[in-house]
């Protein structure tokens, strides 16, 4: 009787350790935090917040219907080898402090980051420059070659915009590399507690409900829109909204998607502000176990459709392995389907320049890599 009460003590200890040890992980800066306080009661108040968390417009349930954890767990464990390039993917070095004044420049580094320069205006999308997509450096690594910029590469930033609060689009490690050099942090609401959680003072933070606007400078204004999407960077989803993004200029208006599935909210959005002069559309990582979270390559070309836009730029692919299809699918699957539909493709490089209104570069350079 005396060894069963001592195994089960030494038992219940392990167990209290173990579950010390997972709350103090849990507290590392990378997780960031849950929002508390005022920006709580903001968020209480918001209308696509209900029963305790951020709600789509459409009922989206983040895996299928016959999704299997163990399955997935197992395509992750045994990638193809297709699933990412095997040798290094062709950069162009652009020189990011000379884009020109008196344009709408936009250069893509891979993935859903990239940097806009309108009216005067340095706005930086989704940045994640530390060689990952992960709370670790052991996760989610990026292709070989698409590491070729980084923090000192860029100007003064005048706006970094986070569109929701996932790994592979709000990186711990790059937000600190930026808050020395970046005047103003725009977000969807709720996502601002990470920031301040590391170091980013509240006033230069300005968080977003759907159909919210904020001007950028007289001339360029950006407003949060519907997407549909989840969020969460530990176990906790829907504390933070996920948005896309309007961006009007004296000139454009630019369509950013940030991540979402397909859904009647890209019609409603040509609808009301359409027609686009260029939309960056997420096309990658989808898969039928997750089918409403991301679109599918043809729902990426419906989606600039239904927005209206002149011109469709796919994002979301070209430098990390977040699903199992063939890492060229995506932007194979929507140059097809927008020939089909006759929709405009831009296809840069990472690094290459394209000039809204002016210069698209369509050329096919991921069929060179292998």
Same mark, same amino acid.
């Given at each position: ?59 989206? $349930? ?9 399955? !997935? ?10 699933? %990412? ?7 162009? @070095? !652009?020189?990011?402090?000379?884009? $020109? ?15 806009? @320069? ?27 070659? !698409? ?8 100007? %003064? ?43 980013? $003072? ?87 176990? &997750? ?27 070209? @430098? ?21 539909? @006759?929709?405009?493709? !831009? ?17 096919? &350079? ?5």
């Amino acid at each position: 009787m005396k060894y069963l009460k001592r195994t089960a003590m030494f038992f219940f200890v392990l167990l209290l350790l173990l579950a010390a040890g997972v709350l103090f992980f849990l507290q590392q800066p990378m997780f960031g935090a849950l929002p508390a306080g005022e920006r709580l009661a903001r968020i209480q108040q918001s209308p696509n917040y209900r029963a305790g968390a951020f709600q789509n417009l459409s009922e989206t $349930p983040v895996q299928s219907e016959d999704f299997s954890f163990w399955g !997935t767990l197992w395509k992750f464990l045994n990638p193809s080898k297709s699933s %990412e390039p095997q040798t290094p993917i062709p950069v162009v @070095k !652009t020189d990011l402090r000379q884009l $020109p004044a008196d344009k709408t420049s936009l250069v893509w580094f891979g993935h859903s980051s990239y940097l806009l @320069k309108t009216d005067g205006r340095v706005i930086l999308v989704d940045p994640v420059f530390s060689g990952h997509a992960g709370p670790f450096s052991f996760m989610t690594r990026s292709f070989a070659g !698409t590491d070729a910029y980084a923090a000192s590469d860029f100007p %003064e930033i005048d706006v970094l915009l986070l569109t929701h609060d996932h790994y592979d689009h709000l990186d711990y490690k790059t937000i600190l590399q930026f808050k020395e050099k970046t005047k103003f942090f725009y977000t969807s609401l709720g996502v601002g507690a990470h920031l301040e959680r590391w170091g980013i $003072p509240a006033n230069k933070i300005v968080e977003l409900d759907w159909w919210e606007s904020q001007p950028i400078s007289d001339s360029v204004t950006l407003m949060a829109a519907p997407a549909r999407h989840f969020s969460g960077r530990k176990f906790t989803r829907y504390q933070s909204l996920w948005s896309s993004f309007i961006l009007h200029t004296s000139q454009y208006k630019i369509y950013l998607g940030g991540d979402s599935g397909y859904d009647a909210h890209f019609k409603e959005i040509g609808d009301r502000f359409g027609p686009f002069d260029l939309a960056l559309l997420e096309c990658g990582q989808y898969n039928t176990d &997750w089918p409403l979270i991301h679109m599918m390559p043809e729902e990426t070309v419906q989606a600039s459709i239904d927005v209206k836009a002149n011109v469709l730029m796919p994002v979301h692919w070209g @430098k990390f392995k977040l699903a199992f299809h063939h890492w060229t699918e995506p932007i194979e699957r929507v140059s097809l389907e927008a020939e089909k539909q @006759k929709v405009t493709l !831009t296809t840069p490089r990472i690094g290459e320049v394209v000039t809204v209104g002016q210069q698209y570069p369509r050329e096919a &350079w991921y069929t060179e890599v292998n």
